[in-house]
């Protein structure tokens, strides 16, 4: 690595590299390493995550950089099984920024603290000279409490199945449509969307999780190859079992993506005891956004650190990290 690169942004292999090879040699500790998608702090009783906004374009189908940015703290918060409580916001605006569109964006942000029954606490506002930042960009912090203790991503074992909360890979084909300004005369929009509420009644059904994480940047294929290598198991994928809606389908065959590697932003993949899974099932299955939440993998030892693709013809292949300039600037 010489320069910093888009595909070091894109949630995949180059992120990854440019993750650990920097930050994490510079900044490592026992909390830091775990690679959650929240930091467990105060003995476990609390969580706490950051995270940053660039979306282009600002505005889509199903959301916009509001919405987003609470969606994405509030859900890192989630996966950790926390109740969203506190959070930060700091903005950069660019000079010439329109106020109604600021205000649209902020009205989003209200709007989805309201559903995570968080509120912001503290905050920041800059801005620059034009062309010195695109637009906006925004950044949350987010403290939350912990209602079940133990999920994490370093636990997984061949007790577990792997579910995918709903069908995958909307958001980021809503956002190339619309970067691209492509007509499609259909209902795609982004899955985004916050999920906590899921992951309460999870934990009030008494399910027990073993892992969570949304499944954003490098989307469903990113979190299994992290999971797969975080734990040293082999997750086998049945890729009939994989919920893909017809409208994310064509794009992905138009343009020759693969949806697993399409960034999400309301979709989360959960590991869980395999005897525990149907139960986990019906409680998601009352809601709208994980109707047809499905089991899409078991857990082996097959192949240690890796990821497999079973097709529907009896064939398999290693689902690898995604790599290159697939969609930057996703969320």
Same mark, same amino acid.
């Given at each position: ?89 700091? $903005?950069? &605006? *660019? ?10 964006? /902020? @009205?989003?942000?209200?709007?989805? !603290? ?118 040293? $198991?082999? &997750? *086998? ?10 409208? /994310? @389908?064509?794009?992905?065959?138009? !343009? ?76």
């Amino acid at each position: 690595m010489k320069t910093v690169t888009l595909a070091h942004g894109n949630g995949g292999a180059e992120n990854q590299e440019l993750i650990s090879k920097v930050f994490y040699k510079a900044f490592k500790n026992d909390i830091l390493t775990k690679s959650e998608d929240a930091a467990v702090i105060e003995d476990g009783n609390l969580a706490f995550t950051t995270d940053s906004f660039t979306v282009s374009p600002l505005f889509f189908n199903g959301a916009d950089i509001g919405k987003l940015s609470i969606c994405g703290t509030c859900n890192d918060l989630a996966m950790m099984g926390a109740k969203p409580k506190y959070l930060t916001c700091s $903005v950069i &605006i *660019e000079e010439g920024f329109d106020f109604k569109s600021l205000e649209k964006i /902020v @009205n989003s942000m209200k709007k989805e !603290l309201e559903i995570n029954g968080a509120c912001v606490v503290s905050g920041d506002t800059k801005v620059v000279p034009k062309g010195s930042v695109d637009k906006i960009f925004i950044n949350t912090t987010g403290i939350g409490e912990i209602q079940q203790k133990g999920i994490s991503s370093n636990g997984i074992t061949e007790d577990d199945v792997i579910i995918v909360s709903r069908d995958v890979g909307a958001h980021g084909a809503t956002i190339f449509a619309a970067r691209e300004g492509m007509q499609l005369s259909s209902n795609l929009k982004s899955d985004c969307a916050s999920l906590y509420v899921q992951i309460k009644a999870l934990i009030e059904a008494g399910v027990k999780i073993t892992a969570l994480r949304d499944a954003t940047r490098g989307g469903v294929s990113a979190v299994l190859n992290e999971w797969a290598n975080q734990s040293d $198991v082999c &997750i *086998e994928v049945q890729e009939s079992k994989i919920p893909v809606s017809d409208e /994310v @389908n064509g794009v992905c065959e138009l !343009l020759g993506f693969e949806s697993l590697s399409l960034a999400n932003e309301g979709t989360f993949v959960m590991a869980l005891n395999k005897n525990e899974a149907n139960k986990a099932i019906e409680v998601l299955k009352q809601f709208d956004n994980s109707k047809n939440a499905t089991i899409i993998a078991d857990v082996t030892k097959q192949y240690p650190k890796r990821v497999v693709l079973n097709s529907e013809w009896g064939t398999k292949r290693f689902l690898e990290l995604p790599t290159g300039e697939l969609l930057p600037r996703i969320c």
